[in-house]
């Protein structure tokens, strides 16, 4: 039989250039805050000569392979940490020390400062409802930290041995037929998957309530140990499974109601996980029903009523109008557009674009305004791109009161960040109109933050080309974050929309009261 051998040509082959030598596979994987479809080669690992069955298999990622970090280092005897404050590795056994950063392509060896190969950095990355892990280039592996790599392209498998590893004279070098099992072409999994006696075999759901909502999962014998805890930023439900296997059952259930965004399912070696991801968790509780069967109850809390489109005079406790002053314009700036997409975010496996949130809520917001009998223009009605300049340049040449751009925010490799923050230029601050950019920057914050109900990233300065080329008071808000999954999915709805639109237009109708455009 065939041995665990490979030539220095297909080692070469591997470790630098792009792979493409096993089956290709399709799936759904999760990383840098969205869902992307992966279709690519997924591999098996052998490590020290045992069969490693990891929740991620290698695959390859911008033309090189990666591998899960914990799984390897732990099978040739090293320990691994996590810290997730810092998003840091650390790897640890008695011939190295090694440090990296998820997103961030330096590592530390032994105190020794180096760069990760190829810049393709470690990375957070899961399947749909799966366990996120840390994958790392296999270059990397090999080195950097002097693990032997090998590849066997005829049956798709990567091979790690430790410095020194032997196999013993009892357990002599298996054919890579014993080591990795053969791939069943029905399976889209190209993983090996144990098997499993007991087995969720169908996972449901029903509205039990306006804001509340029952996950039944039902399998085909006694479910004898299961355990849940809650996750936040994104807020999610998580119930495991001791032992047991999906059978049968897809990755993701889109719900959009009751506060919750969607169920999804993932399984390892270990178990199989149910996760309910919701807004404003109110409370849950699970309870086993059948010896087959657990319900998994999930309460949110009320969401607020979506504003109508009236005026309120900014405080809460009083709902008296203030009367319009149709003389003074406003001038709305829907952030990007056209071959400027802003920044881009991912709900539910599809794409968001800045550029569309931006001018979906402008065009609320205008509808406030003008239904309180207020004169608005926008610089952009379409997907077309004003430039920087003449944007604040329309505002002038039309002697608005005030101008307001509306953004969604993003950061990078951070799917955690949240919240609401409105800036103006110390440039474009004086009180010329009988009242300042700063003003008008806090009346509008202050508004969000009230009927949207999110994170207070303050009032800000930036010298933004928009804002400090006005005449006029002039701010810029940033939403929410498009990188943040709940913020993303909460900014594509009518209900968020309208809540952010009021916020701004009673930020500008409180603003307008001491405005005076000079003549």
């Known amino acids: 039989m065939r041995k665990l051998r ?31 479809e992966y279709n690519g080669e997924i591999y098996a690992l052998v490590v020290n000569n045992q069969l490693i069955n990891p929740p991620l298999s290698p695959i390859i990622f911008n033309d090189r392979a990666l591998v899960p970090v914990r799984e390897i280092f732990e099978e040739v005897g090293a320990t691994v940490n996590y810290i997730n404050d810092t998003q840091t590795i650390e790897v640890s056994s008695d011939e190295y020390d090694v440090v990296m950063r998820i997103n961030d392509n330096v590592a530390y060896i032994n105190g020794e400062k180096t760069n990760i190969p190829d810049n393709v950095v470690p990375k957070l990355i899961s399947k749909v409802g799966g366990e996120t892990k840390t994958m790392v280039p296999v270059r990397f592996i090999s080195e950097t930290i002097g693990l032997d790599v090998k590849f066997d392209s005829e049956d798709g498998a990567i091979l790690i041995d430790s410095d020194g590893y032997v196999i013993s004279d009892e357990n002599q070098e298996p054919s890579i037929d014993d080591v990795v099992p053969q791939p069943d072409n029905s399976d889209d999994n190209a993983s090996y998957t144990p098997s499993v006696e007991t087995k969720i075999t169908n996972v449901s759901y029903d509205i039990t309530g306006d ?36 059978d049968g059952v897809g990755d993701t259930l889109s719900v959009n109601k009751a506060g919750v965004t969607s169920v999804r399912m993932g ?29 998994i109850n999930v309460e949110t809390k009320a969401a607020a009523p979506t504003p109508k489109p009236t005026v309120n005079n900014g405080n809460s406790n009083n709902n008296s109008t203030i009367t319009a002053d149709s003389s003074k314009l406003i001038v709305l700036d829907a952030g990007h557009g056209g071959s400027d997409s802003g920044a881009v975010g991912y709900s539910n496996g599809n794409v968001v674009l800045e550029k569309n949130l931006t001018l979906e809520i402008t065009y609320k917001v205008k509808e406030i305004l003008e239904n309180a009998g207020y004169t608005v223009s926008m610089t952009r009605t379409g997907d077309t ?59 509008i914050l202050n508004r969000m933050l009230y009927y949207m109900g999110s994170t207070n990233r303050g009032v800000k300065t930036a010298e933004h080309a928009v804002t400090k080329r006005c005449e006029m008071p002039a701010a810029l808000t940033e939403v929410g974050f498009i990188t943040n999954p709940t913020e993303v999915y909460n900014m594509t709805t009518d209900e968020y929309q309208y809540k952010a639109a009021q916020g701004i237009a009673e930020g500008i109708m409180i603003t307008l009261k001491d405005i005076n455009v000079p003549q």
């Open 6 to 36: 490979v030539s220095l040509i297909a080692i070469v082959m591997f470790l630098f250039c792009s792979v493409g030598f096993a089956s290709a596979q399709t799936m759904m994987l999760e990383y840098d805050g969205g869902t992307h």
């Open 385 to 443: 791109l004003p430039s920087l300049v003449e944007r604040p340049t329309q505002a002038n040449a039309e002697n608005a009161a005030v101008f307001v751009s509306i953004h969604i925010n993003s950061v990078d490799n951070a799917p955690n960040a949240n919240g609401t923050e409105v800036y103006y230029a110390d440039s474009n601050n004086g009180n010329a109109y009988g009242t300042t950019s700063e003003k008008l920057a806090t009346n």
């Open 267 to 295: 399984d390892n070696d270990e178990r199989a996980r149910v996760v309910v991801d919701i807004s404003n968790l109110k409370k849950y509780n699970i309870e086993k029903t059948s010896n087959n069967t657990v319900v």
């Open 211 to 246: 804001n509340s909502i029952k996950v039944t999962v039902t399998s085909n014998a006694d479910i004898s140990s299961y355990s849940d805890f809650t996750l936040s930023s994104p807020e999610r439900v998580v119930v495991d499974f001791a032992g047991m296997k999906f």
